[in-house]
C-alpha cells in the first residue's frame, strides 16, 4: 500500500518583467489568457510532469542541484503550495519541517509558537499540552522556551520547529535541507529520531545535499535534474551516478559510440557502475591455504582478493568492501581512506588482498560490495551484490554479528549446557 502517489504534477512560475508587473499565472488562468498573456520565454517550469510513489513505512530521498525543484515539491506535498496540474494523494497526517521559521510568529514565545504549530497540525490544546515537555526537552530549549523566537538563533529554530514535527506523531515526515543550519551535537540526535521512525513504520521523504546521509537513512532516493526525475532506485547507485555528473558537468558528453556501449550495459547498471579510470576485476574469496571457495566456518580465517588496473596515473582513490545480508542490511563496511590509509599513485594492474582472521557473522548467505571511488565519493567502478558466500556455524543465534560473550549463573540456578555437534 503506498503512503504518497504522485501524478504527473508540474508547477509553472510567472518570470517578472516591466511589460506584466502584476501577472500571475493564477490571473492568466482565470481570465483565460494563459498563452497569449505568459509566453513561453516567461514561464519557468520548476517541475515537469513528476510521478512517483512511496510505500508505507519507505524513507525515500530527493537529491539534486540548487533549482532543481526539491523544494517545490516538497511544499506541494506539505499542502504549502499547489501545483499548477497533476494530483497528489497521501494518506495519514503529515508533519513537515521545511523551511526555517515557517509558521513561527516570531514576536510571541517558543511556548505559544507550540500551541500555534500544533493546532495547526491538527492536534487538540489536550494532545499538545500533554506532548510540550517531550518537545521542550527534545529541542533542549528548557531555559529559551518562554523568550520570543526573534531572539532564537538558527539553530534553536532548527532544534523547535523538528521537535514540533515529530512529536505530532505524523505519519508521513517531510523534511527539506534544514538539518544543515542544525547544531553539530543536535543533528545526530535528529538522526538517530529518523531511524526512530523507520523503525516505527513511518513514511519519510528527505531533501538533502548531504549524500552521506541520504545513503544512510533511505531505502530509496530520486534524483531530480532541471524539475524531472533524471533517476531513482538504490541509494548508493544514485548518489554516485549524480556525483560523477557533477563532477562531469562541464566536460563534453560522450559520442555515439558511448550511447552504444551505455545501452549494451543497461542490464547490468543496477549492479556495477562508475567512469571504470580505476577497473575492478576477478574477484575471489579464498581460504587460509590460497584455495577458492565461497562458504566458510564462522571462525575461519579467509581473504578477498581481486585485481585493480589503473590506464592513467591517478593520485586519489580509495578501496572499499561492504557486507550485506540477504534482506539488504548492511552488516560491515570500510575503506582505506576510513582507516587512514594516504593514497599516493596508481598506475596499471595490481592486485589486493584484504585479510580476514575472523568474521563472526551468524549462519546465512551474505552479498559482498566493491568498490574504487575517489575521496569525495566520486565512483571508478562499484560492484554492488555481484558476490555472494555463506558462513556456517554451531551456534544458532540470530542477528548479523555473534558478539563474544559468557553466561553466568547463581548456584541456586540449575542448568545444563549440551556439547555443540557439528
Same mark, same amino acid.
Given at each position: 500500500?503506498?503512503?504518497?502517489?504522485?501524478?504527473?504534477?508540474?508547477?509553472?512560475?510567472?518570470?517578472?518583467?516591466? %511589460?506584466?508587473?502584476?501577472?500571475?499565472?493564477?490571473?492568466?488562468?482565470?481570465?483565460?489568457?494563459?498563452?497569449?498573456?505568459?509566453?513561453?520565454?516567461?514561464?519557468?517550469?520548476?517541475?515537469?510532469?513528476?510521478?512517483?510513489?512511496?510505500?508505507?513505512?519507505?524513507?525515500?530521498?530527493?537529491?539534486?542541484?540548487?533549482?532543481?525543484?526539491?523544494?517545490?515539491?516538497?511544499?506541494?506535498?506539505?499542502?504549502?503550495?499547489?501545483?499548477?496540474?497533476?494530483?497528489?494523494?497521501?494518506?495519514?497526517?503529515?508533519?513537515?519541517?521545511?523551511?526555517?521559521?515557517?509558521?513561527?510568529?516570531?514576536?510571541?514565545?517558543?511556548?505559544?509558537?507550540?500551541?500555534?504549530?500544533?493546532?495547526?497540525?491538527?492536534?487538540?490544546?489536550?494532545?499538545?499540552?500533554?506532548?510540550?515537555?517531550?518537545?521542550?526537552?527534545?529541542?533542549?530549549?528548557?531555559?529559551?522556551?518562554?523568550?520570543?523566537?526573534?531572539?532564537?538563533?538558527?539553530?534553536?529554530?532548527?532544534?523547535?520547529?523538528?521537535?514540533?514535527?515529530?512529536?505530532?506523531?505524523?505519519?508521513?515526515?517531510?523534511?527539506?535541507?534544514?538539518?544543515?543550519?542544525?547544531?553539530?551535537?543536535?543533528?545526530?540526535?535528529?538522526?538517530?529520531?529518523?531511524?526512530?521512525?523507520?523503525?516505527?513504520?513511518?513514511?519519510?521523504?528527505?531533501?538533502?545535499?548531504?549524500?552521506?546521509?541520504?545513503?544512510?537513512?533511505?531505502?530509496?532516493?530520486?534524483?531530480?535534474?532541471?524539475?524531472?526525475?533524471?533517476?531513482?532506485?538504490?541509494?548508493?547507485?544514485?548518489?554516485?551516478?549524480?556525483?560523477?555528473?557533477?563532477?562531469?558537468?562541464?566536460?563534453?558528453?560522450?559520442?555515439?559510440?558511448?550511447?552504444?556501449?551505455?545501452?549494451?550495459?543497461?542490464?547490468?547498471?543496477?549492479?556495477?557502475?562508475?567512469?571504470?579510470?580505476?577497473?575492478?576485476?576477478?574477484?575471489?574469496?579464498?581460504?587460509?591455504?590460497?584455495?577458492?571457495?565461497?562458504?566458510?566456518?564462522?571462525?575461519?580465517?579467509?581473504?578477498?582478493?581481486?585485481?585493480?588496473?589503473?590506464?592513467?596515473?591517478? %593520485?586519489?582513490?580509495?578501496?572499499?568492501?561492504?557486507?550485506?545480508?540477504?534482506e539488504g542490511i548492511q552488516c560491515y563496511g570500510s575503506n582505506t581512506f576510513i582507516e587512514n590509509f594516504k593514497s599516493q599513485s596508481i598506475k596499471g594492474t595490481g592486485k589486493i588482498r584484504i585479510k580476514i582472521s575472523k568474521i563472526n557473522l551468524v549462519n546465512g548467505t551474505y552479498f559482498l560490495d566493491l568498490a574504487a571511488h575517489k575521496r569525495d565519493g566520486?565512483?571508478?567502478?562499484?560492484?554492488?551484490?555481484?558476490y555472494t558466500f555463506k558462513i556456517t556455524s554451531v551456534y544458532r543465534d540470530v542477528g548479523i554479528v555473534r558478539i563474544h560473550h559468557e553466561w553466568e549463573f547463581s548456584n541456586n540456578?540449575?542448568?545444563?549446557? %549440551?556439547?555443540?555437534?557439528?
Amino acid at each position: 500500500m503506498h503512503t504518497v502517489i504522485v501524478e504527473d504534477i508540474v508547477k509553472y512560475y510567472k518570470k517578472y518583467s516591466n %511589460k506584466h508587473k502584476f501577472l500571475t499565472l493564477k490571473s492568466a488562468i482565470v481570465n483565460r489568457s494563459l498563452f497569449s498573456d505568459l509566453k513561453s520565454s516567461e514561464i519557468f517550469e520548476a517541475l515537469r510532469g513528476v510521478s512517483f510513489k512511496v510505500k508505507d513505512g519507505e524513507t525515500l530521498s530527493i537529491i539534486g542541484e540548487n533549482g532543481s525543484g526539491k523544494s517545490t515539491l516538497l511544499k506541494i506535498l506539505a499542502g504549502i503550495s499547489q501545483p499548477s496540474s497533476g494530483n497528489i494523494l497521501t494518506k495519514g497526517r503529515i508533519s513537515a519541517l521545511i523551511e526555517l521559521g515557517a509558521g513561527f510568529h516570531p514576536e510571541i514565545s517558543g511556548r505559544e509558537n507550540i500551541f500555534i504549530n500544533g493546532i495547526i497540525l491538527g492536534l487538540t490544546k489536550k494532545k499538545i499540552q500533554e506532548r510540550y515537555n517531550d518537545i521542550v526537552n527534545f529541542a533542549e530549549l528548557e531555559e529559551f522556551i518562554n523568550n520570543p523566537v526573534k531572539t532564537y538563533s538558527s539553530g534553536m529554530y532548527m532544534r523547535l520547529g523538528f521537535s514540533i514535527a515529530i512529536n505530532v506523531n505524523p505519519d508521513i515526515l517531510l523534511i527539506d535541507e534544514v538539518l544543515s543550519v542544525g547544531d553539530a551535537s543536535f543533528v545526530p540526535k535528529c538522526i538517530d529520531k529518523i531511524n526512530e521512525f523507520k523503525r516505527k513504520g513511518k513514511t519519510i521523504i528527505f531533501v538533502s545535499h548531504d549524500l552521506t546521509t541520504v545513503e544512510r537513512i533511505s531505502d530509496r532516493v530520486i534524483w531530480l535534474k532541471n524539475g524531472e526525475i533524471e533517476m531513482q532506485g538504490y541509494p548508493k547507485r544514485v548518489t554516485d551516478t549524480y556525483l560523477e555528473y557533477i563532477g562531469k558537468k562541464d566536460e563534453k558528453k560522450a559520442n555515439k559510440q558511448h550511447e552504444a556501449e551505455k545501452m549494451e550495459a543497461e542490464k547490468n547498471r543496477e549492479k556495477r557502475w562508475g567512469t571504470k579510470e580505476i577497473e575492478i576485476s576477478k574477484v575471489k574469496m579464498i581460504d587460509k591455504n590460497g584455495n577458492e571457495k565461497y562458504i566458510f566456518e564462522q571462525n575461519e580465517p579467509f581473504a578477498i582478493e581481486f585485481n585493480v588496473n589503473s590506464k592513467s596515473e591517478e %593520485k586519489d582513490f580509495v578501496f572499499g568492501i561492504g557486507i550485506f545480508n540477504t534482506e539488504g542490511i548492511q552488516c560491515y563496511g570500510s575503506n582505506t581512506f576510513i582507516e587512514n590509509f594516504k593514497s599516493q599513485s596508481i598506475k596499471g594492474t595490481g592486485k589486493i588482498r584484504i585479510k580476514i582472521s575472523k568474521i563472526n557473522l551468524v549462519n546465512g548467505t551474505y552479498f559482498l560490495d566493491l568498490a574504487a571511488h575517489k575521496r569525495d565519493g566520486y565512483p571508478f567502478d562499484y560492484h554492488h551484490f555481484q558476490y555472494t558466500f555463506k558462513i556456517t556455524s554451531v551456534y544458532r543465534d540470530v542477528g548479523i554479528v555473534r558478539i563474544h560473550h559468557e553466561w553466568e549463573f547463581s548456584n541456586n540456578i540449575k542448568i545444563h549446557k %549440551k556439547s555443540l555437534v557439528k
